[in-house]
Nanobody
Framework: QLRLMESGGGLVQPGESLRLSCAAS????????VTWFRQAPGEERKAVLC????????NYADFTDGRFTIERDNAKNTVYLQMNSLKPKDTGEYFC?????????????????WGQGTQVTVSS
């Protein structure tokens, strides 16, 4: 069974950091394109950062202001979203999604594999 599972979300104060994990089971993430999406309350799910199957990175979200990075650990079959200097506007549910190719895209429809999401809340 092919699965993605996110973890690492939580409630943090502004300025703190979180690292979200997207762990795969049943397949290897190494040659997949993986994108992190965010869904803020009342909004559509939008792409944040992507790492392609060839390890090219694409930032789709201006709101990150360079504070977020995406990395892949092949040994752990996991993709991470490192989020630094968190702000209240970063609040939302974060999902990882994967597709077996080498091209980053920001459309949710192209990704067949999704995790269940992890909630990030930034509040003082």
């Amino acid at each position: 069974q092919l699965r993605l599972m996110e973890s690492g979300g939580g409630l943090v104060q502004p300025g703190e950091s979180l690292r979200l994990s997207c762990a795969a089971s049943g397949f290897f993430l190494r040659y997949n394109t993986v994108t992190w999406f965010r869904q803020a309350p009342g909004e559509e799910r939008k792409a944040v950062l992507c790492i392609s199957g060839a390890d090219a990175r694409t930032n789709y979200a201006d709101f990150t202001d360079g504070r977020f990075t995406i990395e892949r650990d092949n040994a752990k079959n996991t993709v991470y979203l490192q989020m630094n200097s968190l702000k209240p506007k970063d609040t939302g549910e974060y999902f990882c999604a994967a597709v077996a190719d080498n091209l980053c895209r920001n459309s949710p429809e192209v990704y067949p594999y999704w995790g269940q999401g992890t909630q990030v809340t930034v509040s003082s």
